[in-house]
Nanobody, 124 residues
């Protein structure tokens, strides 16, 4: 499976962006495509992923209530709608296949492949 993320850009604080992750290749579990981000000098952070126990999408604490994942399987695409952006959301955003929420550690873990990142920059 190959993934291509897009939709990043420069936005002012309080604004919105919608990222897209298009999947191609063999059979894809679109529910299991997760999002991560990495800011300069920081560790990679899970933004959203599916909890395989109940198939509910989990979100990182820092984005809960502001970011929303949606899926359009007809377009082979998973979206990440990002609202009320702050400069702390500035990062390179990635999507990845076979990504699941680990209940024990409270983090997203991926077992699949990564797309290239798309840069999101939020100005104050």
């Amino acid at each position: 499976v190959q993934l291509q993320a897009s939709g990043g850009g420069l936005v002012q604080a309080g604004g919105s962006l919608r990222l897209s992750c298009v999947a191609s290749g063999s059979t894809v579990d679109y529910d299991a495509i997760g999002w991560f981000r990495q800011a300069p000098g920081k560790e990679r952070e899970g933004v959203s992923c599916i909890n395989d126990r109940d198939r509910i999408t989990e979100y990182g604490d820092s984005v809960k209530g502001r970011f929303t994942v949606s899926r359009d399987k007809g377009k082979n695409t998973v979206y990440l709608q990002m609202d009320s952006l702050t400069p702390e959301d500035t990062a390179l955003y990635y999507c990845a296949t076979d990504t699941y929420y680990n209940d024990d550690y409270g983090v997203c873990v991926t077992f699949g492949s990564w797309g290239q990142g798309t840069q999101v920059t939020v100005s104050s």
